[in-house]
């Protein structure tokens, strides 16, 4: 009998990253990673509006090539036993489309528009939109927010639509719907002609678009078009059904299969968001908060559905029946900056080797360049290093992680972070240190949100580069948190979570937890706490709320 194999389509914030998997036992035969170009270039983005849009032909171009490179690398013969593809993206990252359902950034009288463009999960320009959107939802008699934690935020769908209807007439007079990236890259394999047509998962319907089981689908028109007649009409342009990831959308079409080198055959799954395929490929199990860790964080955690039944939790990022595993509960919260917070440290240090050895009189731009590179490459490997060697104690540096707002508990995407107990004896590594610390009780955070609501954590699962790639992070975390976190030995988790909801819409599988134990690779370590320096977290973690109570406070007035 031959093997059969599946691909994983994994989009994430740089770049899209494709693996073909044996989905017998998981073995990864071949992968490929694009960078999205445009983005790389900074195109369409204002950091200081942020504003952060992403061209589609970054994602059709990526798209088309890892999967050809994977092909490519793993042969004719496995080529020839593909038998699904899936996809999962960023989210929540909607795109305006037309009635055909293409993107109007596609056409040709929109393809420089970035208000036409897909509007990437960390774009916060729709706070005021949100911010109306929560204030409205309190007057009506049916809490259209209960099921996203109560509070609406501006990384979500309909702030975002809400927004570039209101900056743009061009996008008012052209859009037809608007679409996750997650819904539409699966239409776009499978041939889809009609906006109408296209199949939305129930991750990103439930998660960020307001749609329940108990309203029969999103909220009535009324709810939209009272808040503003912009909105008028376009639940009916929308959804009613929803779909969880192990379902089919459809087959390759003929266009995409001749671009690809593969057979009509050949099923494309429904899609969903990466943290949630992502908890998938980690080998989530109820009640482990499985983190997905990143630029931001997504934590993901199920739970049985009677062990839910009527309750709510508030402050998270909703609970959607099926949107990681089918027929349980997902429950998701997050962080809005943990690796980006890094990374804005990187590029603070690092602003004035850029700015002023590119003005060098005394050196050619190719070893200014490779200079540059090394800084890169080097700056947080040698900031943890330094940080790993720091005495600290109750009173030394302290941050708050809300450099990109706050996701969970209670999004809220206008605050800020910050920094406290600076001296002249602050250097980098000291505020390296914080920053992490900072990160580590933000997640401590979400953890609190959940047991105070009677929603147990009994472990965590750490997924993603970060938790691969830092165990200084790791083992903080472990401190902080006072338990194990376990970390996935996959480093794709996300495009392996992909690969097994493949697999389950060929039918190979019954049920994704059948792919999930037949196709997962483990673990490969486990950070316990240190004891010696749990009982200093704690206090300094009591600080660490007092100090974000006091920055709210100030923001609020």
Request: glycine share 8%; proline share 4%; aromatic share 10%.
């Amino acid at each position: 009998m031959k093997d059969s194999f599946v691909i994983g389509v994994d989009y994430g914030t740089d770049s899209v990253r494709s693996i073909i998997v044996n989905t017998a036992n998981g073995q990864e035969v071949a992968a490929s990673v694009f960078y999205y170009p445009r983005w790389r270039d900074g195109l369409y983005c204002n950091a200081s509006l942020q504003q952060f849009r992403q061209h589609p032909l970054d994602y059709v171009e990526g798209l088309e090539a890892t999967i050809k490179d994977c092909l490519k690398q793993a042969g004719s013969a496995v080529a020839e036993n593909i038998k699904a593809i899936s996809v999962d993206t960023t989210g929540s990252s909607p795109v305006a489309i037309d009635e055909t359902g293409t993107p109007l950034a596609l056409r040709s009288d929109f393809k420089e528009n970035p208000n036409a463009m897909f509007v990437l999960w960390k774009d916060h320009t729709s706070t005021k939109e949100a911010a109306e959107i929560n204030s409205h939802a309190t007057k009506f008699d049916v809490n259209y927010l209960q099921f996203v934690g109560g509070i609406y935020s501006s990384e979500w769908f309909w702030a975002k639509l809400l927004h570039i209807l209101r900056e743009d007439e061009s996008i008012r007079k052209n859009i037809y719907s608007f679409a996750e990236h997650c819904d539409w890259i699966p239409f776009l394999l499978s041939g889809g002609e009609t906006a109408a047509a296209m199949k939305r998962g129930v991750c990103s319907a439930g998660h960020k678009a307001l749609w329940a089981e108990d309203f029969k689908g999103l909220p009535p028109d009324d709810f939209f078009s009272s808040l503003d007649p912009l909105l008028k009409g376009f639940t009916q342009k929308l959804f009613t059904e929803t779909y969880t990831a192990d379902k089919s959308v459809g087959n390759l079409c003929a266009e995409w299969a001749e671009r690809l080198g593969l057979s009509t055959n050949v099923v494309i799954g429904v899609g969903a968001f990466d943290a949630h395929m992502g908890a998938v490929g980690g080998q989530i199990e109820p009640y482990h908060l499985s983190k997905v860790m990143g630029t931001s964080t997504c934590d993901m955690l199920v739970t049985p559905l009677e062990d839910l039944k009527g309750k709510l939790v508030k402050g998270i990022c909703g609970q959607v029946n099926g949107s990681v595993i089918p027929d349980m509960m997902g429950l998701e919260a997050g962080q809005s900056a943990f690796g980006d917070a890094y990374a804005w440290l990187k590029n603070t240090l690092l602003w004035p080797a850029k700015n002023i050895l590119s003005q060098s009189t005394i050196a050619d731009k190719k070893v200014i360049d490779a200079l540059l590179n090394e800084l890169n490459d080097k700056a947080i490997v040698t900031l943890t290093k330094e940080a790993e060697k720091i005495s600290f104690d109750e009173n030394s540096e302290l941050a708050v992680d809300w450099l990109n707002g706050r996701r969970t508990p209670d999004a809220n995407q206008l605050l800020k972070g910050a920094f406290a107990g600076l001296n002249l004896g602050t250097d980098a590594p000291r505020m390296f240190r914080a920053l992490v610390e900072a990160t580590c009780f933000g997640a401590k955070n979400i953890v609190d949100c959940f047991v105070e609501q009677d929603v147990p954590v009994k472990g965590l699962i750490g997924l993603g580069g970060v938790a691969k790639k830092s165990p200084f992070i790791m083992q903080m975390m472990a401190d902080v948190m006072n338990m194990p976190i376990r970390i996935h030995k996959s480093e794709q988790t996300c495009a392996a979570g992909a690969a097994m909801f493949a697999a389950t819409a060929a039918g190979i599988y019954n049920k994704v937890e059948d792919a999930m134990n037949s196709m997962g690779q483990g673990f490969d370590a486990v950070y316990h706490p240190n004891p010696s320096v749990v009982e200093l977290y704690k206090k300094r973690y009591e600080k660490y709320k007092t100090l974000g109570s006091f920055i709210e406070k100030q923001l609020s007035v």
